[in-house]
């Protein structure tokens, strides 16, 4: 009896042991783990395209006379940085020579260094404006500043899509768009900008070319062939000479009749 018991016991303990073993033995095969994937990144903005202003006004244009002016001064390096160095741009008015040459020499040629740059800065606006943008420049939004600082501003006006830009001696107009995507933005004008600041009276202009000389009239221009011109000279000389001879004849004629019958009275008395 009392070894059944102990058998019985031995049974037991053997299926505890077992139990556990065989448990995790067929066990189901574990959940896979959950995959976290890093977050796309955000699609970042497109650089801004980079115009080299150098470039765009030697080719177009001409604009040599203000290139010049730009080179001279280091303005073109403010231009440049920025249109490519700020997130609001820049819009430049360029004169082309035409407008330079109208001036007298003597308007630009005693302006010192710092006026000189001042005139340079003064042809842009610290930001991109693109032609349906002036229209909203008028009126309670002018004066508008430019990179000269200070009180060197503008006065943009727009009527019917003809845009002028105001300064104290002179109010061109933009002619043509040389280059507007954002953020540069180039216009020609016809007239230099002169600001009050820099010349205290209007300047004087340079004097206007001497007139071509006039055309010669159809007649003399339109000669006859050679040869003929020369015979029907000629042929028109003998004639008045004839005529002339035949009218010296009969006032001859004449002139004796009459003195004949002159004598011929004083006989008779």
């Not at 300047?203 to 206007?208: E, K, L, T």
């Not at 020369?230 to 004839?242: C, F, G, I, Q, R």
Request: aromatic share 6%.
């Amino acid at each position: 009896m009392e070894s059944k018991a102990a058998m019985m016991v031995t049974i037991l303990l053997c299926c505890s042991s077992i139990s556990p073993a065989f448990a995790q033995k067929h066990k189901g095969p574990p959940a896979a783990a959950a995959v976290s994937l890093p977050p796309s990144p955000a699609p970042s903005p497109a650089a801004p395209r980079h115009v080299d202003l150098a470039d765009l006004l030697s080719v177009a244009g001409p604009f040599h006379t203000f290139l010049d002016l730009l080179e001279k001064t280091d303005v073109l390096r403010t231009f440049q940085s920025q249109a490519n160095g700020s997130k609001d741009g820049i819009t430049v008015f360029v004169p082309k020579d035409a407008a330079f040459a109208s001036l007298a020499r003597s308007a630009t040629a005693n302006l010192t260094s710092d006026q000189l740059k001042s005139l340079a800065l003064y042809h842009a606006l610290p930001r991109y404006y693109s032609l349906a943008e002036f229209n909203r420049l008028g009126g309670a939004a002018s004066p508008v500043p430019t990179l000269a600082g200070g009180e060197y501003t503008v006065n943009v006006t727009d009527d019917m899509g003809t845009v002028h830009v105001g300064s104290m001696w002179s109010n061109p107009k933009i002619s043509s768009s040389v280059y507007s995507t954002r953020p540069v933005a180039v216009y020609e004008v016809d007239r230099v900008l002169l600001p009050m600041q820099i010349f205290r009276t209007d300047p004087p202009m340079a004097p206007s070319p001497a007139p071509a000389p006039d055309a010669k009239p159809a007649s003399d221009a339109a000669s006859p062939l050679p040869g003929k011109s020369s015979s029907a000279k000629a042929k028109a000389d003998d004639k008045k000479s004839s005529s002339s001879r035949r009218g010296a004849g009969i006032a001859g004629y004449f002139l004796a009749l009459a003195a004949s019958a002159s004598a011929g009275l004083l006989l008779l008395c």
